[in-house]
């Protein structure tokens, strides 16, 4: 028997969402809808910053911890 799990342990070569062709598609017409948000809610948007700011920073913390990795099996290393 062969007991080789070597191919277990490689790293996936997965591409990011972002750099898929739906992803690409998607983050153009996220661009596209948030031009247009921003000029046609630009006065709501002046009067309101504050709160955009304030969520700005739940997401970032949400999407940008993707790449840690972090897995169950660290403590032993």
Not at 8 to 21: A, G, L, S, V
Not at 54 to 64: E, K, Q, S
């Amino acid at each position: 028997m062969n007991y080789d799990h070597e191919h277990y342990h490689k790293p996936e070569k997965n591409r990011p969402w972002w750099k898929t062709p739906y992803g690409m598609a998607a983050i153009f017409f996220f661009v596209v809808a948030g031009y247009f948000l921003i000029t046609e809610h630009g006065a709501h948007i002046g009067s309101n910053w504050i709160w955009l700011i304030l969520l700005l920073c739940p997401l970032m913390h949400v999407f940008m911890h993707g790449g840690h990795n972090h897995t169950d099996d660290e403590e032993g290393k």
